[in-house]
């Protein structure tokens, strides 16, 4: 693990170095941001994947299924069942992978096999695949971490649903924020109350293309800089 800390910040810097960003620098910070997180998607997905083979081997597939399924719960389910059907299935899956043993293919082989010679063929290609488990072959184990953020991230999923007009990444705000003020501050020097609505109200649009905390932040400062500004 200790390895795979160090490796990978590393791999991903040689990766980005490759592989520049398709964007202007200047560009907008949601923008940005999102030309940001496909790099990083990019490069994130291959490496996980193989990290999980590399820790479970033929067993990665019933993880990858597993966060499939949870995945299609949080995006495929009514909003108003996901939560209790996130809590449902992920603890079931806790006592399943326990009582099933971590689904070994032998047993799965000998249950859908029909013959007696099919079984026998079946159950070898099974105890093959089991004999490839990777570095952690009881996967099963380590799982109920993974529980914890299916969990997480299906109820984020859940919550985020009430501001699906945001940006999913996270940007800096102060770049519009500086806008703002320097609009406002020269609206206080011309003394223009024309200026002044002008920019109230440009500001006012143009944090619609904000996430909803960044709205709240620069309408607090429209209306700050407004109320200084008639007092004045």
Not at 18 to 46: C, I, M, W, Y
Request: with cysteine; glycine share 6%; aromatic share 12%.
């Amino acid at each position: 693990m200790a390895l795979v800390v160090i490796l990978h910040p590393l791999l991903r810097k040689a990766y980005n170095a490759l592989s520049p960003l398709k964007v202007n620098e200047n560009a907008r910070p949601d923008t940005l941001g999102e030309a940001r997180l496909k790099q990083r998607v990019s490069f994130d997905l291959p490496f996980a994947g193989l990290f999980l083979v590399a820790l479970h081997g033929f067993s990665s597939l019933k993880v990858v299924i597993i966060l499939y399924v949870n995945f299609l719960l949080a995006t495929r389910l009514p909003r108003t069942s996901i939560p209790a059907a996130t809590w449902i299935f992920n603890i079931g899956i806790l006592f399943a992978n326990e009582l099933g043993k971590g689904y070994r293919y032998a047993t799965f082989a000998q249950l859908l096999s029909p013959g007696s010679a099919l079984e026998s063929g079946a159950a070898n290609w099974g105890t093959w695949l089991d004999s490839y488990g990777g570095l952690v072959p009881r996967w099963e184990i380590l799982f109920n971490i993974t529980v914890l953020r299916l969990i997480s991230f299906n109820l984020d999923y859940y919550w985020s649903l009430d501001y699906r007009s945001a940006s999913p990444v996270e940007v800096s705000t102060y770049t519009y924020i500086g806008r703002h003020s320097a609009a406002l501050i020269a609206s206080r020097r011309s003394k223009s109350r024309l200026l002044l609505y002008r920019s109230v109200i440009v500001s006012t649009r143009l944090d619609h293309h904000l996430p909803t905390a960044s709205q709240i932040t620069c309408r607090m400062l429209s209306i700050r800089h407004y109320t200084l500004l008639v007092l004045s």
